[in-house]
């Protein structure tokens, strides 16, 4: 049987995304600032906000495209590209894309690599980002969150794209998408001060727009993200069975698109909803059901109820 050529290897594929097996001191110093910059918007909206409040043009701004991105990740990087919950239409999936890679989470490639690889040594060794990396006492527990929210995106090994997200890989358009990362983070960060400039007509719009709808609303998405593997596999109920450590979290839910309902997802990760208990919201799982509904989504895994209790735990569900 021929083997699969190595496709980094080859001159007329180039390489899924930026750089190679180890990060450079120039991508970590561009993280820092990635994340530092948003950061300290995200401090300093509270005080600015106080007395003088926010616009609704900039509030409207950074909430849809905060859900954009969000749905992007969720719906996109997460449950299709990393799990194949459902299958999608080509501009479905180009769209999908599109809108994860406007999150400025890193490129597809590199994202599906690593959360792929995180679900095989899931809160073991050889996961990227546990919490439960260090030790079971508080203060390696402390230790632990802080890796497992930022620090191991600074670890200088990289997950093996080849090996994690092959299938990625020999897809040129999405390849394409994901070695244009950068391209995306500066579409996503103009979109809000050009729509206030030209609603305003004025450069201080243009200023408000940038603060709350690109600087506030990525690091509020980054924060919440990051939140799905520091905090939901530290606390949490588990009402069903996983390997792992991985545990509901209701108050992260509409924040995280459905995400934080994480215990139902590593113990079925390809299914296409993980809020599957009464009450609990996953607007992710609503708009790939209107997805399916238009006829751009097919073969959905949605979970059936025997498909539910067969994965419930039989224990009184731990509390946080």
Not at 83 to 109: D, N, Q, T, Y
Not at 231 to 258: T, Y
């Amino acid at each position: 049987m021929p083997t699969r050529p190595n496709v980094t290897d080859d001159p007329v594929l180039p390489p899924a995304t930026l750089g190679g097996d180890k990060k450079r001191s120039v991508e970590q110093i561009a993280l820092l600032v990635f994340i530092v910059v948003p950061f300290v918007a995200l401090l300093a909206a509270v005080p600015l906000t106080w007395g003088r409040g926010v616009s609704w043009l900039d509030l409207g701004l950074l909430v849809t495209m905060y859900y954009i991105g969000c749905h992007g990740i969720t719906i996109g990087f997460h449950r299709y590209f990393t799990h194949g919950a459902f299958k999608a239409k080509r501009p479905l999936r180009i769209a999908l894309a599109v809108a994860g890679s406007l999150a400025v989470e890193g490129p597809l490639v590199r994202w599906v690599a690593d959360h792929r690889k995180h679900h095989r040594f899931s809160d073991a060794e050889g996961d990227p980002h546990s919490p439960w990396r260090f030790g079971e006492t508080l203060p390696a527990l402390m230790k632990g969150l802080w890796w497992a929210h930022i620090g191991w995106m600074f670890d200088e090994e990289r997950t093996s794209q080849e090996k994690y997200a092959p299938d990625l890989i020999r897809d040129p358009a999405i390849r394409g998408i994901s070695r244009h990362f950068l391209t995306f983070t500066i579409v996503s960060l103009a979109i809000p001060p050009l729509v206030g400039g030209l609603v305003t007509m004025s450069w201080w719009g243009a200023f408000t727009a940038f603060f709350w709808g690109s600087l506030v609303r990525v690091a509020l998405l980054h924060h919440v993200t990051w939140s799905i593997n520091s905090i939901c596999h530290a606390v949490g109920k588990r009402p069903f069975k996983s390997r792992d450590r991985s545990g509901n979290v209701w108050w992260l839910a509409v924040l995280s698109c459905g995400e934080s309902w994480h215990n139902l997802h590593h113990a079925d990760p390809t299914s296409a909803r993980h809020g599957v208990m009464k009450g609990q919201i996953d607007s992710s799982a609503r708009l790939i059901r209107w997805f399916e509904q238009l006829g751009w989504a097919s073969d959905v895994r949605w979970p059936d109820q025997a498909r539910i209790d067969a994965r419930r735990n039989p224990a009184p569900a731990d509390a946080a």
